[in-house]
């Protein structure tokens, strides 16, 4: 892909059945940026979310029509091995999810599914990952004791270095600090905004201010469609669309 593109996406229609979820989607996404998704409840986004590494698969019933492009790479040719693309294509969800077992081996639960056994290799990785998810000051003497035990906010990083572990190249996250405190909040996006160095991150927000403040472009959906995708500070100031101006300044939502 060309001028530093990661994601193409042309012409992404989703339905649920009879039900059409998404229409006619058209998005760019840049490689090392952060784009929000913002909208109201039930218009597309975490739908679209899902669609970048085929979550949506799991669902009976649903087809899609269109492209999903990654560095070039048709995600959706029939011979894909979606274990794969979702190990290039990583997600968080909205409550943190760690396993219920330690610390460590939450953060090193993908590398041994894909093959690391020897302990040392474990060690560097975990440690590695955790210190990328600015947990491991937080954490290094408690490793081996329950994800579950540490607050929400942890758990979240926790949840992020169990993802940064497989070493991925894009993280999508949908909604990832709804469910935490405005401190742990903080923290978070303080940690994507470190992780834009290394990745490409797609995050779905409810929170106007959130997406505002952690993402390069903003892409508004409604009802299925992407009404306007833009650098942020023009969706927030200066939207071509009055849905979005309407949206972004309170009026409906």
């Known amino acids: 892909m060309q001028d530093g593109g990661k994601i193409e996406v042309k012409d992404l ?5 009879g039900f059409q979820a998404l229409k006619d989607v058209t998005i760019r996404v840049n490689n090392r940026s952060i784009t929000a998704l913002i909208g109201p409840s039930g218009c597309g986004k975490s739908t679209f979310l899902r669609t970048l590494n085929r979550m949506n698969d799991l669902i009976p019933g649903v087809k899609t029509t269109g492209k999903v492009l990654i560095d070039d790479w048709d995600i959706y040719l029939p011979d894909v091995d979606v274990v794969n693309l979702r190990k290039r294509v990583g997600m968080v969800f909205q409550r943190p999810n760690p396993f219920p077992m330690s610390v460590y081996d939450n953060v090193a639960y993908g590398p041994r599914i894909h093959g690391v056994k020897n302990r040392a290799e474990l060690d560097v990785i975990v440690e590695r990952s955790l210190k990328q998810a600015a947990l491991w000051e937080e954490v290094r003497d408690r490793l081996h004791g329950p994800a579950l035990g540490l607050s929400g906010g942890q758990q979240q990083r926790v949840c992020i270095a169990r993802l940064l572990a497989v070493e991925p190249e894009v993280l999508l996250m949908d909604e990832p600090t709804s469910a935490l405190d405005p401190i742990s909040t903080m923290k978070v996006e303080e940690l ?27 892409g508004f ?17 200066k939207p071509r669309d009055h849905r979005t101006e309407d949206y972004v300044t309170g009026r409906f939502g």
């Open 13 to 17: 229609n989703l339905f649920y059945g």
């Open 192 to 218: 994507i905004h470190t992780l834009k160095n290394q990745y490409t991150i797609v995050i779905v927000t409810h929170n106007m201010q959130q997406a505002a403040r952690v993402s390069d472009r903003t």
């Open 221 to 237: 959906f409604l009802n299925g469609e992407m009404i306007e995708y833009d650098d942020t500070d023009v969706v927030f100031t």
